[in-house]
């Protein structure tokens, strides 16, 4: 069994748009309108950049490749325009190394 482009299609309930704003807000926390712009634009930079360019063997392996993912390529290499374009971690040690009080 492999999972990739169609694993969405294949969660029941997913295609429901109340279903799937329900579960992302529950998920993150989302209460406002702002929070949920955030949510929405990283599952679509998670589902472009990773989910839909991948075919999964298992539910194991797709939980690993999202891992990596999020830890090694959205973490240290995706760099942001909203943080100077930097990745978020080399953001966050020059913030570190010079907090603005």
């Known amino acids: 069994m492999t999972i990739g482009k169609n694993f969405i299609e294949r969660v029941p309930g997913v295609h429901d748009e ?3 704003d329900r579960k992302a807000r529950a998920y993150c926390g989302a209460r406002t309108t702002g929070e949920k712009a955030y949510v ?3 599952m679509r930079t998670l589902k472009g950049e990773e989910v839909h360019l991948h ?4 539910l194991k392996n797709t939980r690993a490749q999202i891992a990596h993912f999020l830890n090694l390529v959205y973490r240290y ?7 100077g374009d930097l990745p978020p971690a080399e953001f966050e040690a020059q913030w570190l ?3 603005v009080l």
């Open 18 to 20: 109340a279903a799937t």
């Open 77 to 83: 290499k995706r760099v942001r325009s909203a943080l």
């Open 97 to 99: 190394a010079h907090p």
């Open 40 to 42: 929405e634009r990283f």
């Open 55 to 58: 075919e999964y063997e298992d």
